[in-house]
């Protein structure tokens, strides 16, 4: 696992001290080890967690200088991408949310002992943002839902000026045609698309810059969000 880190964060022009890539390798020893008793991820090869998970998760930071912000990664799930971004940018603050206790549990114990530092509230996204709206310089997610879906959840979270970075593979461009009724909606606005390579495949994320006020109605409950997306 960090052999294929040191050999991968060139590839994406982060440096990273010894530090911080023997604790992302261990994040990524305790996710495949608790994978064994708890659902955490379908990737459990040591190489493959490292690319496809703690790579993955890093490319926000070639893209973005998180130094100093406030972040939430909405819908983490393991801890990604939020843990490896709080470990590589310590400088971060981070709250990480998923509505599933059991695993906010688990990181709850695990990042103390690795020495991260993170807020981690189990609840759903359209529901704590009502103690939160518009307070972070970021929402991020991976692999939550499409992208016209995923905004409706990021958005207000996110103050005006900040940014949501949405992770997005192969179906990007798509996602993002499809979202363009959402994006106006919000208050967004696409500042950028970075597609990084990574183990054969295209890691895609979409940049947008939050330039108005969320309308105060925006995020409806799931089951509308689902029912009709923007």
Sequence with gaps: M????SQGLPQLGLALTQEAQDTLSKFGEAVIEQNKVMNLTAITEPAQVAKLHLLDSL?????????????????CGAGFPGVPVKIACPGVSLTLLDSLGKRMTWL????????????????????FVESCRESYDIA???AVARLNILLELTAPYVKVGGKVLAMKGMAAEEELLEAKNAIAKLGLKVERVETFPIDGTAHTVIALKKVAPTPKQYPRRFSKIKQSPF
């Design 2 to 5: 960090k052999n294929t880190l």
């Design 59 to 75: 490319t926000l930071l070639a893209l973005e200088d998180l130094q100093g912000k406030k972040m939430i990664d909405v819908g």
């Design 108 to 127: 709850e114990s695990i990042l103390p002992a690795l020495g991260v530092e993170a807020k981690c509230v189990t609840a759903r996204a359209e529901e």
């Design 140 to 142: 991020t997610s991976r």
